[in-house]
């Protein structure tokens, strides 16, 4: 148990801890102290505490419960102050005074004093430590002075560093070499380090790579001393990540956590899908059409990018989005598709029937495989991206009448030029009723029906209305065409934003929205556009 308080005065801790000893002479002890520390004089341009003074009591108490004995009674008392003249120069003296019943009562009185200095690159420390200690039973007093020397080095891109440690305490000798992975993939670390003191000498090196799909470490080590003889270890670890999610299995180098898997679309054969990959940096994962990726999500809970690019990718592919938002659980999968049959960029031209450009118009495209809006520039020109091979229909927005079609093929060149588009006014047809007589009603109920066939725009929000030949004797151009006088059968209203089925029309056969439809009797079916249009056909 402990509690923590702070204030103006400085900081108090209390820690206490009970021991319950089953199988000791005493079943209970317990340990108990209190702390203070304080920011004073000398603290230098940190706000850290440099003067602490500290009280520790124990009774019966054993820090290994499961070992019979070892339950002490005593107290140990200390106070350090720390002081920083310069930021090369530092000093610091303490002491530290234990007693316990059955023991040795040992005093220790020391300080410290460090000077560094060099640069970024180059750092080096002059270390002095001077301390007595005092031990009442054995009636031995000691004095030890020591010296430190350490050097460090770092390269300017910090990829690499080396240090060099020296120390008359048991005349310890110690160097380092290392070199930090990279990020990404063909990430390549490595670390050697030597040792050696009065009693003992070590070496060891380790280095580590990560490919697309694996990792490995390996490891080596000498150790000797002048009690045994050498002892040398090797180890060798290589991993890999297999992750499975939204039906979709990916391999990958990241540990286990919470992970995405980027899938390629099959429109990206041969292409690589780069993913986290940063200016100066190899990417984290490598995602094929063949072979998914799979790539760590660091932040459970939060927020978590996914970066994707495609270096290789020809002029005008269109792959969607480079940037993907994640917010993972602690151990989930989710699934980044990248690439779709929608990869084209189609860059075309409008005319009116004179050939001139129509410039500064909005436009939609709609097609079996999407709707799309355009705005042509001052030759005409217009683009539109993430198109799908097909048949569209192409018509000004403001006035729907102004409309032409043609057809996107497929092509090896995601960036399409289309030959120039001619805009005209299609021919608009308005049915005008008039009364007939009941027998020239049976007359016309058993002549043949016409065979004038049409095609017909289906878009969202359209209804298809239907009307006996019977009840329509003649077309021709002309508003006032009034609902109310005839009779109408309605075939569909208000078309879904997918698929229709309309039985009367083309045998039953489903009509999607932005598909052309073959009406076979142009006096019997009528498309009402929102009746804003009239009876435009």
């Known amino acids: 148990m402990s509690a923590v308080t702070g204030n103006f005065l400085g900081n108090i801790s209390l820690r206490l801890t009970y021991g319950y000893y089953r199988e000791n002479e005493y079943r209970n002890g317990y340990i108990g102290s209190i702390d203070y520390e304080q920011s004073v004089f000398g603290s230098g341009n940190s706000s850290a505490a440099n003067l602490r003074v500290g009280y520790e009591y124990q009774n019966k108490f054993s820090s290994i419960p499961w070992v019979s004995g070892g339950q002490r009674d005593g107290y140990t008392t200390y106070i350090d102050y720390s002081t920083y003249p310069s930021d090369a120069l530092d000093f610091s003296?303490?002491?530290?005074?234990?007693?316990?019943?059955?023991?040795?009562?040992?005093?220790?009185?020391?300080?410290?004093?460090?000077?560094?200095?060099?640069?970024?690159?180059?750092?080096?420390?002059?270390?002095?430590?001077?301390?007595?200690?005092?031990?009442?039973?054995?009636?031995?007093?000691?004095?030890?002075?020591?010296?430190?020397?350490?050097?460090?080095?770092?390269?300017?891109?910090?990829?690499?560093?080396?240090?060099?440690?020296?120390?008359?305490?048991?005349?310890?000798?110690?160097?380092?070499?290392?070199?930090?992975?990279?990020?990404?993939?063909?990430?390549?670390?490595?670390?050697?380090?030597?040792?050696?003191?009065?009693?003992?000498?070590?070496?060891?090196?380790?280095?580590?790579?990560?490919?697309?799909?694996?990792?490995?470490?390996?490891?080596?080590?000498?150790?000797?001393?002048?009690?045994?003889?050498?002892?040398?270890?090797a180890s060798v670890y290589l991993s890999t990540t297999v992750g499975f999610a939204g039906g979709r299995f990916g391999v990958g180098s990241d540990p286990v956590g919470p992970f995405a898997i980027v899938s390629a679309h099959q429109s990206l054969e041969g292409l690589d899908v780069e993913v986290n990959g940063f200016e100066g940096y190899n990417p984290n994962a490598i995602a094929t059409h063949q072979l998914p990726a799979v790539v760590g999500l660091n932040r459970a809970f939060t927020n978590n990018q996914v970066n994707v690019d495609i270096p290789d990718a020809p002029p005008g592919l269109d792959y969607g989005d480079h940037f993907h938002s994640i917010v993972p659980g602690s151990l989930t999968g989710h699934v980044i598709h990248i690439g779709s049959d929608a990869v084209y960029t189609v860059i075309g031209r409008l005319q009116d029937p004179s050939s001139a450009a129509v410039a500064l118009k909005s436009f939609n495209i709609v097609g079996e495989n999407g709707r799309y809006s355009t705005f042509t520039n001052r030759n005409g020109r217009f683009v539109v991206e993430g198109m799908q091979p097909g048949n569209y229909i192409i018509h000004q927005n403001t006035d729907p009448s102004v409309r032409a079609s043609f057809i996107l093929e497929e092509a090896e060149d995601p960036l399409v030029y289309l030959d120039p588009i001619i805009l005209s006014d299609p021919e608009v047809q308005q049915f005008e009723v008039v009364e007939e007589s009941s027998d020239e009603k049976d007359d016309k109920t058993n002549e043949e029906t016409p065979s004038v066939g049409r095609n017909i725009l289906v878009r969202p929000g359209d209804s298809i209305w239907r009307y006996t030949y019977a009840e329509v004797k003649r077309a021709k151009q002309n508003n006032g065409f009034d609902f109310s006088t005839v009779e109408k059968h309605r075939l569909t209203l208000s078309l879904s934003d997918y698929v229709v089925s309309v039985n009367e029309l083309d045998d039953g056969n489903i009509i999607h929205p932005g598909q052309e439809i073959f009406v076979p009797n142009m006096d019997s079916f009528i498309i009402d556009y929102d009746k804003a249009m009239g009876m435009s056909l």
Request: no cysteine; hydrophobic share 25%.
């Open 93 to 233: 003296i303490g002491a530290r005074l234990s007693n316990y019943e059955g023991a040795e009562q040992y005093d220790t009185y020391f300080a410290n004093a460090n000077y560094s200095f060099g640069d970024r690159n180059n750092y080096f420390v002059i270390g002095l430590r001077g301390e007595y200690s005092s031990e009442s039973r054995s009636d031995i007093d000691e004095y030890t002075v020591n010296l430190s020397l350490s050097w460090d080095w770092f390269s300017d891109t910090r990829r690499y560093s080396s240090s060099l440690r020296y120390d008359t305490d048991d005349n310890r000798v110690a160097a380092d070499f290392s070199r930090t992975s990279d990020y990404g993939i063909g990430g390549l670390g490595y670390r050697l380090s030597a040792e050696r003191r009065d009693d003992y000498d070590r070496q060891s090196g380790n280095i580590d790579y990560v490919a697309n799909r694996w990792r490995g470490n390996a490891i080596v080590s000498r150790y000797s001393d002048s009690s045994s003889d050498d002892e040398f270890a």
